[in-house]
């Protein structure tokens, strides 16, 4: 219950494609999801997040599509270009016992070509 | 404004060595949690410290200890290290046990055990 699905595992779109990365849940705790861009050597840095209670969020190029019903959200990226080329990666997170604790998903390799 | 800062970079030990890896958190920060990331994974939360004391722990062994100073900079202890331990760990910086704001990641220390 306290997995983050996350697919698919790669990814190839031409320059000017919309990559979909999707991530499922079971948790209905979980109150906060935020995506991570992580490129290599380097740690992950917060993308864009959206609370429950929004169904979608927009900043610049990233777009957060999120169906709290269906325990789903995926980020889309517009326009994407050879430098969105990255690991990007879902989160959840859960507050309990006074605390809170973030849930990673498996990670999209994204390749955009030139 | 500094961002989360992380020593060292990279490591190379022996199984059955001990290792200590060194956070900063960002400027304004107080809690900080660590995780580690195996390659091709997503971040596996260890622990997160508060106050100088760990609120929360993942499913690790004790050979995974930390500590916290009183200028909220961490540490992370790992005793008798196995070949599995090879990984990036990460420290994750954010403000408060409520979560207001996001977590902001280190660029990670990369241990090798051989």
């Known amino acids: 219950q306290q997995q983050v699905k996350q697919s698919p595992q790669s990814l190839i779109v031409q320059k000017g494609g919309i990559p979909i990365i999707n991530c499922a849940y079971e948790n209905t705790a979980f109150d906060y999801f935020p995506w991570y861009q992580q490129f290599p050597g380097k740690g992950p840095a917060l993308l864009i997040a959206i609370r429950p209670d929004v169904s979608e969020k927009k900043e610049g190029r990233f777009t957060i599509s999120f169906n709290k019903s269906a325990k789903q959200f995926s980020l889309h990226i517009m326009d994407s270009q050879p430098g969105d080329s990255a690991t990007y990666f879902c989160?959840?997170?859960?507050?309990?016992?006074?605390?809170?604790?973030?849930?990673f998903g498996t990670g999209t390799r994204l390749k955009v070509l030139a | 404004d500094a961002g989360v800062t992380q020593s060292p970079t990279h490591l190379i030990k022996t199984r059955g060595q001990q290792v200590t890896l060194r956070c900063s958190p960002k400027?304004?920060?107080?809690?900080v949690s660590w995780y580690q990331q195996a390659l091709g994974q997503g971040p596996q939360f260890i622990f997160q410290y508060y106050e100088e004391e760990e609120r929360q722990r993942g499913n690790f062994p004790d050979r995974f200890s930390g500590h916290q100073f009183p200028n909220y900079s961490s540490e992370l202890n790992v005793n008798a290290l196995l070949l599995g331990d090879s990984a990036l760990y990460l420290c994750?910086?954010?403000?408060?046990?409520?979560?207001?704001?996001?977590?902001?990641f280190g660029p990670g220390t990369r241990l090798l055990v051989l």
């Open positions: 994750a910086s954010s403000l408060g046990l409520a979560g207001q704001e996001t977590q902001y």
């Open positions: 989160a959840a997170r859960s507050y309990t016992s006074g605390t809170y604790k973030y849930i």
């Open positions: 400027s304004g920060h107080d809690t």
